[in-house]
């Protein structure tokens, strides 16, 4: 007999993944047995201030009450009907999440890369049956570094090799440039362009923040060629770069917008294409769906996360304290930091590799108190809940100075 959960030390669970669990992680060595707000807390009731927060997918912070309060009144209702039948908690959804994002169909799905895979498709048949590309000839064009999830034709044109290598062969239909070079882009668009899909920022990448007039020239060029821009904004959305959306730093409204992450509050998956009438609107009964896709409990979640984002609040607090976090950040180049990239409440470090790389690095702060990834090589990726306040993130930033100067 194995003992009940609770009265196992962390170790002890660490040791006991190793021969049952698929090794496609390497978690840092913590077990999280609880949380609220900003705050981990480990087996062994250890805290620790969670600067990652789920890659973004933790944007209104561990168990925020108001999420909390909505899937619970959720679940004493109705949870899940399938698409076989209406269920009355998706209509406003839809309705809040296209008035939120100025679009104005909602598809619903679950996870990020099957709101990926849904565009793609969406963007297919739009040039089938709108653009009149010839079949099975439609081409889109993606930016290398990307990083859409991990399903085998979004690893299709991935530039990653270790997402790639042993999963072909590999979907067709997808051109590579370099990621905010317009003239690369302009180069690949042709008359069987679909799409352009692109991370206004990219995330995994190393936060990389492309020039600023790439993102207006990506859409007035995908306008002039015919084609849609399609914005993955599943990490960089909902807040995290003090705007509701990263596009709207330049004014940009994509054709295709793909959320996921933080749309489910940390609760249940929830991720959403949205799209204009005209695109989305290709899309007929038996076409495409999913089984828990727009169900009762993701919409309410959905919703509440919706209902947070109306007020502003969390968009402006990102904003403000992303002063301090540029401001803290800047403070430390040449002192460990070579140099960092910042938006909103989102970073890149990168650290100085004779301090050691990023993994090592993640761990010292792990002994510190403090959650973050390594992303490639010595760069770490900073995301702390937008709850956070100035306080947490000056002290986190302070033992980052102290685990980088000793
Ligand atoms: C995380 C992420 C995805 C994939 O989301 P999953 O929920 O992990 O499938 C897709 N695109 C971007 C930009 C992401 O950051």
């Not at 895979?117 to 709108?130: L, Q, T």
């Not at 042709?190 to 990219?202: F, G, R, S, W, Y």
Request: hydrophobic share 45%; proline share 5%; aromatic share 6%.
């Amino acid at each position: 007999m194995t003992a009940p959960t609770g009265t196992r030390s962390s170790a002890d669970l660490i040791r006991a993944e190793e021969p049952v669990l698929a090794h496609n992680y390497h978690p840092l060595p913590v077990v999280v047995a609880r949380a609220e707000g900003t705050w981990v807390e480990d087996v062994e009731g250890r805290r620790y201030l969670d600067m990652l927060a789920g890659y973004s997918a933790l944007n209104f912070g561990h168990r925020h009450p108001a999420l909390i309060e909505a899937a619970h009144r959720q679940l004493d209702r109705l949870t899940l009907t399938s698409r076989a039948f209406h269920n009355d908690r998706l209509a406003e959804f839809a309705e809040r999440l296209a008035a939120l994002t100025g679009l104005d169909m909602v598809l619903p799905m679950n996870t990020g890369a099957e709101a990926v895979e849904s565009g793609i498709k969406v963007a297919r048949k739009w040039a089938y049956e709108v653009k009149g590309v010839p079949a099975d000839r439609a081409t889109i064009v993606v930016a290398a570094d990307n990083f859409h999830g991990r399903t085998t034709t979004i690893v299709s044109f991935s530039t990653d090799e270790t997402a790639r290598a042993g999963f072909g062969p590999f979907t067709p239909g997808f051109r590579i440039v370099p990621y905010n070079d317009l003239a690369a882009l302009e180069a690949a668009v042709d008359e069987t362009t679909a799409a352009v899909l692109l991370e206004p920022i990219q995330g995994e990448a190393g936060v990389i923040i492309p020039d600023d007039g790439y993102l207006t020239g990506v859409r007035e060029l995908t306008r002039r060629a015919g084609c849609l821009f399609v914005a993955d904004e599943i990490q960089s959305g909902l807040g995290r770069t003090g705007r509701t959306l990263a596009v709207e730093h330049e004014g940009v409204v994509p054709d295709v917008l793909l959320l996921g992450k933080a749309l489910a509050g940390g609760i249940v998956p929830v991720s959403a294409v949205v799209a204009r009438r005209d695109v989305l609107g290709v899309l007929r009964p038996g076409e495409h769906g999913s089984t828990f896709g727009g169900n009762p409990l993701a919409a309410a979640v959905g919703t509440a996360v919706v209902e947070l984002l109306e007020t502003g609040a969390f968009q402006r607090r990102a904003a403000e304290l992303g002063t301090v976090l540029r401001d803290g950040l800047a403070d430390l180049v040449g002192k460990g930091v070579v140099g960092f990239r910042a938006r909103g409440l989102w970073a890149g470090v990168d650290v100085d590799p004779a301090i050691g790389t990023g993994r090592e690095v993640s761990k010292r702060l792990m002994h510190e108190g403090i959650l973050v990834k390594d992303t490639h090589g010595s760069t770490i990726r900073l995301a702390p809940p937008l709850t956070i306040t100035a306080e947490e993130l000056r002290s986190a930033l302070g033992v980052l100075e102290r685990v980088l100067n000793r």
